[in-house]
Structures are given as structure tokens and as C-alpha cells.
């Protein structure tokens, strides 16, 4: 941003600048504001943000009364009342430049577009080292690799994936690993290696909420889960420190109550198969098992069974049981009672599979056999029901093919 941009700024809005304002929005222009290049388009537009915010303060105007190319709040607008730009005040724009082209995108890899996203979360990202709140990404990747076996590029990964720890004192996260030592796990001892190797698997691990830590650590050891399975499942599923207070045990309980699953049946399950530990969530198993049991005359026992043996079935999304269940008994008119491909049938992809294949059957008969056009390879299904692989292709593009896998829990970064 250099003085001609401030000028012509100046000049559209003098009208509404007492002599005194102008002088001190020059000022402000004039310490804070220096231009950097034109390839560091990310600070730029941060510098902007931070632009708007010390105009309106200096000339008493609203940023948001500004139109058209004069309202400079950038794609950092979002953040303007917490940003704070006043370490870069004292620095040589020079300085800055060669920080982030030397330090930042050549020693540790980050693009220019993941400094732009850094910012979000630190605007001291692009102070230099040797200023005051400075190195902020060396200094933690520092910490990362001394103390806890990381790597600059794993580091980066997980900077970017967890900013929040650009804001935390390395003390703070001396301080987790000593309590991590205290608690122990399945009541023995963890050492700081382990500590650190499921740090590196989850950086999640040293940042998730302390006070739901000793919980956890009760109910792996409740479930009889040795110490290797318990730090196993940490470090495959970070979203076990998102679970709320019942979950683990209602993932073990409800299965009992409904089918008469064990309880060490369900650890052997989960450690096959470490995402369903989140199945807990918000009752998601509970509601699975009642739709297989409401659509199936099946006994108890048989379903009992049918979890033991296809777990991974009630790994689908609730959204697919959801819309299988109403396909079948809305669209098709079918009852799922007296369905023999009922519920293996929920196993297969809803618009990959059931759905286009379903479809043309039921245009060319509506009585067709569901098992029929759901069993065999695509060539099998149309040489048996008079189409083309075309057909099926076509009208199995007409919908989104999605993964079918609940989403529970996701970490999202807050600026």
C-alpha cells in the first residue's frame, strides 16, 4: 500500500476530514502501512484489514460507510476487530519479505496461500524471529521436532491443521504431558515417548479438553482394554476426545440391552474396526439396530449374529439407513418383513447400487425380485433383466455417489 493509494483515498473522502484527521490518518498511513510486493497478495490483503480499522479509528468514519473499491476489508474481514497488526509498526518491509520467502516458504514449506490462513488464527505469523512475539511457526517447530519427534513437514500439517497451537506456551503443553505421566493409562505407567508417538499419530491429543481426559482413561480400563489398545485407539481416533460423558458406555450398553451383544464382544469389535468407537455419538447405533429390528422377523438371536459377524454394516451412515429403509417401503411399496435380502441389503451403496439398479427394474416390473437385481455384477444384473450396461451407467450418474459414513466428529479451527 504506498502513498499514492492513500492519497487517492484521501482525496475521495477530504470532504469529510477536518485537517487534524487527515493528519493523523497520514500518520498512520505513513508507520503502519508500507507497501509490500505485489506476490504477497495474502499480507496485503491482511494489512488492508488492518487499514480500514485504524482509518475509521483515526477519522472517526465507519469502515462499512466506504463503497466500491474504497471498502478494503479483505477476505480477513471477518476477524478485523481481533487483529492486531501493530508488531509489524517498527519492522522493514524488507525484513518481512525475505521472513516469509526465506524462513517461511523455503525452510518450512508453507505456500503463500497457508500463510494467508495462519494469519487468521496469529497475525504475529510474519514477524521475524528477532522481534518480540516473533517466530511464532519457527519457534513451535522447534518444539515439535526437539521434544516431540516431529518432522518440519509434518510440523507444518499440523500447524495447519491445528492453529490453536501458534497460541499456546510451549510450558502449557509441558505441563499436559506431565499430567498425561501422573494419570497413566490402565493403570500403568506412560512414558513421554509414547506420549510423543501419539502426539505425532494425533496431534489432537495434547490440546483436546484436559478435564475429560481422566474419564476416558476410566472407561477404556472399565472395558478391560490394556494399555496398547487404549493408546491404539487414541491414536487412530482423535474424535474419542470429542465424545461427551455416556457415549462409550452407551456404545456397549445399547447392543446388549437390544440384541444381547457382550460386552467384550464390542471391545472386539471396536478394535477391529477403531471408528466405531464413535458410534455412541447421539445415540446413531441405538437408531441403527431399531431400523433392522422394525423392518425384520427375524429372532433375536439371528440379529445378535448378523452384528457380529457384519459390523462394518452399521458402520453406514444413519442418512443411508434412512434413505434405504424409505426407498424400499415408500418408493417401491415394498414391506422389508418378508424381504430375504433384508438387512444385508444395507451393506451396499444406496445411489451406486440399490437405487439405479431398483429403478430400472421396477420401471420395466414394479413386482420385480429385490434380491434378483441387488446379487451379481453389473453385466449379470442387465444380461438378467433385458438392459444395457449403458442404461445402468446413465442412471446411476443421475445421482451423487457418497461414501455412506457418519460424520461425527470433525475438528474446526476457530480464529
Known sequence: MNSAFLARRLVKHQQKLSSVQIGNFWKIGAKNFACVSSNRVGLQNRINTMFVRSFSSATGM??????????????????????????????????????????????????????????????????????????????????FIDKLGSTVKDSKEILLRFPRYMNIDTKQIDERIAYYTEVGISNREITTEEISEIFRANPFYLICPQENYQRFINEFNHYRFSKEETIRMFKEQPGIFGLKKGNIRALFETPKVLLGVKASDMKEIILRYPEFILQGRKNIIVEKIKIVMKNSNSPKLYLRDLFLRHPKLFLKSYASFKAKESFFIIELGRGLKTERSWPLMLKMNYNAHIRPRCALAYNQNFEFDITEALIGTDEEFCKKFGFTIEQLDEERSSHEITEEKDILWRYIPIP
Open 62 to 143: 465507519n469502515a462499512r460507510d466506504l463503497k466500491g473499491d474504497d471498502y478494503l476489508l479483505s477476505r480477513y474481514s471477518s476477524i478485523q476487530d481481533d487483529a492486531d497488526l501493530s508488531p509489524y509498526a517498527e519492522i522493514p518491509v524488507e525484513e518481512i519479505e525475505n521472513y516469509i520467502s526465506e524462513t517461511l516458504i523455503q525452510e518450512h514449506g508453507y505456500s503463500e496461500e497457508d500463510i494467508d490462513y495462519l494469519l487468521h488464527f496469529n497475525s504475529n505469523v510474519a514477524v521475524p524471529s528477532e522481534y518480540e512475539n516473533g517466530g511464532v511457526v519457527p519457534n513451535i517447530t522447534k518444539y
